[in-house]
């Protein structure tokens, strides 16, 4: 089985920074893309930032110049560094990856979502 977990969710005022990560554990053969989605209430789950596992980055426009996305590719772990946070970025964010298992199946596999609470 593989299984995503993410964590660094949290309350901020607007300004601040926060940094998310997630880890992916257990049968792994190979990751290829990784990214950060967010849902906020009522709308639809849009696509924050994404990563190749050679290091190609993609963000929204909503977000570029403020949020930056990393991996470690040793430790199967993504993160989403967050700064100059607006009260719009207020969601539930939820890490991706495609991963090959070592039983050769690809699938794309989701972590279980962080809150992230942007105070005005």
């Known amino acids: 089985q593989v299984q995503l977990v993410g964590s660094g969710g949290g309350l901020v005022q607007a300004g601040g920074s926060l940094r998310l990560s997630c880890a992916a554990s257990?049968?792994?053969?190979?990751?290829?893309?990784m990214g950060w989605y967010r849902q906020a209430p009522g709308k639809q789950r849009e696509l924050v930032a994404a990563?190749?596992?050679?290091?190609?980055?993609d963000y929204a426009n909503s977000v570029k110049g403020r949020f930056t996305i990393s991996r470690d590719n040793a430790k199967n772990t993504v993160y989403l560094q967050m700064n100059s946070l607006k009260p719009e970025d207020t969601a539930v964010y939820y890490c991706?990856?495609?991963?090959?298992?070592?039983?050769?199946?690809?699938?794309?596999?989701w972590g279980q979502g962080t809150q992230v609470t942007v105070s005005s």
């Open positions: 257990g049968n792994i053969f190979r990751i290829t893309g």
């Open positions: 991706n990856a495609r991963i090959t298992t070592t039983q050769n199946l690809v699938s794309t596999y």
């Open positions: 990563i190749t596992s050679g290091g190609g980055t």
